[in-house]
């Protein structure tokens, strides 16, 4: 059984950065593929990064693309998302996942969820 734990949020103001770290436990979670997502108040949540299970491939958002870098560590099975230059509308509960396909970027894809971490970005 695959676990995901999230750390790294926090308060930051806008134009600052952060970054969120994912740990892995149990599974072979180095063959599958990772992703982030996030859910602001009263909004769905939405796609924010994925990574293939190589670690060749990655996609973002268009909100977030080149401010925000997935990646991540086989040796420490964390997976990781650098946000930089932070807005206020980047304020979310962000929620790191996993998916037995080796990619997807489709959220109803993902079999293992994290308990999500708050980074809230003031103005």
């Known amino acids: 059984q695959v676990q995901l734990v999230e750390s790294g949020g926090g308060l930051v103001q806008a134009g600052g950065s952060l970054k969120l770290s994912c740990a892995t436990s149990?599974?072979?979670?180095?063959?599958?593929?990772k992703g982030w997502f996030r859910q602001a108040p009263g909004k769905e949540r939405e796609f924010v990064a994925a990574?293939?299970?190589?670690?060749?491939?990655?996609d973002y958002a268009f909100s977030v693309n080149g401010r925000f870098t997935i990646s991540w560590d086989n040796t420490k099975n964390t997976v990781y998302l650098q946000m930089n230059n932070l807005k206020p509308e980047d304020t979310a509960v962000y929620y790191c996942?996993?998916?037995?396909?080796?990619?997807?970027?489709?959220?109803?894809?993902?079999?293992?969820w994290g308990q999500g971490t708050q980074v809230t970005v003031s103005s």
């Open positions: 149990g599974g072979t979670f180095s063959s599958l593929g």
């Open positions: 996942a996993a998916t037995n396909r080796p990619y997807t970027v489709v959220q109803y894809e993902y079999n293992y």
């Open positions: 990574i293939n299970w190589s670690g060749s491939r990655a």
